[in-house]
């Protein structure tokens, strides 16, 4: 157990813990303790976030031209009553009160009914850092912490936020590609959120060290965190996507299925492909080209041999309706007098990184020695996304950034070297604020995520971006799409895939996906079959797998995974317009796409550590198999009825089943009242305009908004949308379905709507009504 076991003996650290209070100071909606040298801030933002500062000397950190939260000053005034007792200071909201005891110096929040949360134990700094211990109440569970191995609920794990290549992770990782320092705690009526302010290396030990008490530490010369009232994740993620940003609609050919490899080495090889995929009417959208089609693996270059007319290529297989997205990896090929003009000017304008004695930081990554630039600063950020006309120019839709954590070895990969980092004393960030690597190595990625973004909105300002990264921070939503890195083809990284993913969309980041069938390794065809049909569930459905691998396409396994794969990616596509609804849900709300039980049912306890059962949005559950031979599996459905997508079949929650689930079937489960939107089976998103829309509805009263634009422009930011809200309702024998409200500036184009009633007696009629 590598979190706990081998490491070097240590001694106790010598904290400085935060005393009594001695003075305190009101100004607006901040209360200020001065104790002694040290100062804590707590400032009210919104009726449900409160900021809490802590500084040993009493100065405060400026604000930093890359922070990734709202600013202080943008947050619309709140009503917070803030009174000074003996023995305590209290800010109270309509929904919380934070109580600041004097003597210590602690804080405990509170919601209207009186439970405490978030209850201090004591804050205090040493020479690890700083550090604030709170108590874990009774039936607390812990979720979120970014990208995370193993199961759901963290409790009594250490989290450690460092970005790091994490080849060859499993169950038991720790550092992970993404750093991003949020989670939630959540018990029976009651939830709330920690987002820790800080790009530092940090750490959350959720009662591993001492049980009942989690502790947030940081090696940041200041104490910053946020807390976040729920009283669900709902209103968490909310605020919180408020605090650190929310996605902006992807491109709508984004959603479908993407095939990669690493690597469809040729031009040739790509087209047949391409060609295979119309032969076998499999529907994909994407072909990712990976780091072969690079001219000796110099990013921002053509093969000349292998890519000879990529333009070519590129627009015959648009015409066949795919777009292609090539990888982009920060190492630039360190090549003097060759000509190589990446390198060159990125050396003559001192854009690289650099160490304290001023010589380039190098290493060695896939075109043998490497310089890497320097990302925290704008004006390398606005040369690096000019570099991608070389890729745009050709037609290329989107970008695909990897090896960015930065991941660097000390001497040519295949030479059994070692990892290394850029040394934590190199100066990075602007001139005027210039700081160390130690302050910014987490914000690498995020930052080469945002010139790749820009690039992309540069050179093609008509089109909605398209960026997938391997690393980021908190909020790297706002930029980019995320996959969980070099997964493995086995059955272990399929069933840790829907956890991952979940305590992504719980930690903000709605567009994720994992690589299906692995990415190292061989897949067997059932394992294939399972994983194809748990990723029509990912908000990301992308295939992948690595070079020395079998090949992992959906026709390489047999006629009968090929159905199945057909099968499950028809359905996505016929999906897509609930799909895209849940999207535009995120883009407005943090919503996450993938959601566990909990998000719906945080009363329930049931599903506190139910890490294997999913919601895509709230109305259709899977319970996906992922153990090879399993063809019978235990479902629990929370409270309310539930249908079976396949035979109809109705059940009333709370209630465990046996499912059946022969491995052409995942079992899929439709929520009462739920109205889901489907689209004809297309081979790619908007192979044609689809003039029929089929609504597949559930007994009971129900709602649904179908959200709808033209799927790849920017006019939807300037009200060129359509929204149309169906209600459901039971009038004696008959179930109407009927428009209540559109409203938007698109005009959808005129559809024949058909009804499907899912689980129904016979007897029912469905009715469409459409008065608007």
């Known amino acids: 157990m590598p979190q706990y076991f081998g490491q070097l003996p240590s001694t106790d650290q010598a904290w400085s813990i935060l005393g009594a209070v001695e003075s305190v100071e009101i100004r607006d909606r901040s209360v200020f303790c001065h104790c002694q040298t040290a100062t804590l801030m707590v400032t009210v933002l919104a009726a449900n976030l409160v900021r809490v500062r802590l500084s040993p000397t009493g100065e405060f950190l400026p604000r930093r031209s890359w922070a990734v939260a709202k600013d202080d000053a943008e947050w619309t005034d709140v009503s917070v009553e803030i009174t000074e007792q003996e023995t305590a200071i209290l800010l109270k909201t309509q929904q919380v009160t934070v109580q600041i005891d004097r003597d210590p110096c602690r804080i405990t929040c509170y919601d209207s009914q009186g439970h405490p949360f978030a209850k201090d134990t004591g804050m205090g700094w040493s020479a690890s850092g700083m550090s604030a211990w709170k108590q874990i109440e009774p039936d607390e569970h812990f979720y979120g912490f970014g990208e995370r191995t193993g199961f759901l609920d963290k409790l009594a794990e250490r989290k450690t936020n460092w970005t790091t290549d994490a080849l060859d992770y499993g169950s038991l990782t720790d550092e992970m590609y993404q750093a991003i320092p949020v989670f939630m705690a959540l018990r029976p009526g009651l939830s709330y959120g920690v987002f820790l302010n800080s790009t530092y290396w940090s750490q959350f030990d959720i009662g591993a060290t001492q049980p009942g008490i989690w502790q947030l530490l940081t090696r940041s010369p200041e104490l910053d965190y946020y807390i976040i009232y729920g009283p669900e994740p709902a209103q968490i993620l909310t605020t919180y996507t408020e605090l650190t ?388 599996r235990a479902v629990y459905l929370p409270a309310g009825t539930w249908y079976d997508w396949w035979s109809q079949k109705s059940y009333h929650g709370p209630t465990h089943i046996l499912a059946h689930a022969p491995l052409e079937r995942m079992p899929l489960y439709v929520k009462a009242g739920a109205i889901i939107p489907m689209q004809p089976v297309m081979q790619y998103v908007n192979e044609f305009p689809w003039q029929e829309l089929t609504l597949k509805v559930t007994p009971e009263l129900g709602e649904w908004t179908l959200y709808e634009d033209d799927g790849h422009s920017f006019d939807y930011q300037a009200g060129v949308w359509a929204t149309t809200t169906y209600r459901t309702s039971q009038q004696g024998d008959q179930i109407l379905v009927e428009v209540i409200q559109r409203q938007g500036n698109w005009t959808p184009p005129d559809r024949k709507v058909h009804l499907e009633l899912l689980g129904a007696d016979e007897r029912l009629l469905p009715i469409y009504r459409d008065n608007l």
């Open 245 to 632: 940003g929310r996605i902006s609609l992807p491109p709508k050919w984004a959603l479908g299925y993407h095939q990669c490899r690493w690597s469809y080495e040729s031009a040739a090889v790509v087209q047949e492909l391409a060609q295979e995929f119309r032969r076998r009417r499999i529907p994909c959208d994407v072909i990712h080209f990976d780091i072969d089609y690079m001219q000796g693996y110099r990013v921002f270059t053509w093969s000349q041999k292998r890519f000879p007319e990529p333009k070519q290529l590129i627009d015959t297989l648009k015409q066949d309706g795919f777009h292609v997205v090539t990888i982009v990896d920060p190492g630039v090929k360190y090549e003097p007098e060759a000509d190589y003009q990446v390198f060159d000017h990125g050396l003559e304008h001192d854009y690289f990184v650099r160490r304290s004695d001023g010589k380039l930081v190098h290493g060695y990554v896939w075109p043998e020695k490497a310089v890497f630039p320097d990302f925290l600063r704008s004006d390398v950020r606005q040369w690096w996304s000019q570099q991608h006309q070389a890729l745009t120019d050709m037609g290329v839709a989107g970008i695909w950034n990897d090896m960015n954590e930065p991941a660097l070895d000390d001497r040519p990969f295949g030479d059994d070297g070692n990892k290394i980092a850029f040394p934590l004393d190199a100066p990075q960030g602007e001139l005027h604020e210039r700081t160390t690597h130690a302050e910014v190595h987490n914000l690498y990625g995020l930052s080469m995520a945002k010139a790749s973004q820009a690039a992309l909105q540069q050179l093609r300002p008509e089109q909605r971006s398209f960026v997938l990264t391997r690393s980021g921070f908190a909020g790297i939503q706002r930029w980019s799409s995320v996959w969980m890195g070099d997964n493995q083809s086995l059955w272990e990284h399929l069933e840790m895939s829907l956890p991952m993913l979940c305590n992504m969309g719980l930690s903000g980041v709605p567009f994720v996906g994992c690589d299906i069938g692995g990415f190292a390794g061989n897949a067997t065809a059932e394992l294939f079959a399972r994983w194809m049909q748990v990723g029509m569930l990912y908000p990301l459905m992308r295939g992948h797998s690595a070079m020395s691998t079998a090949r992992h396409e959906p026709w390489v396994f047999g006629d009968r995974v090929e159905q199945i794969c057909r099968e499950y990616i028809e359905l996505r596509y016929r999906l897509l317009p609930y799909i895209y609804s849940l999207f535009w849900q995120a883009a407005m709300t943090g919503a996450p796409i993938l959601r566990p039980l909990l998000y719906h049912y945080p009363n329930d306890p049931h599903t506190y550590t139910l890490y294997d059962q999913v919601l895509l949005g709230e109305h259709l559950m899977a319970a996906p198999v992922y153990r090879p031979g399993v063809e019978y």
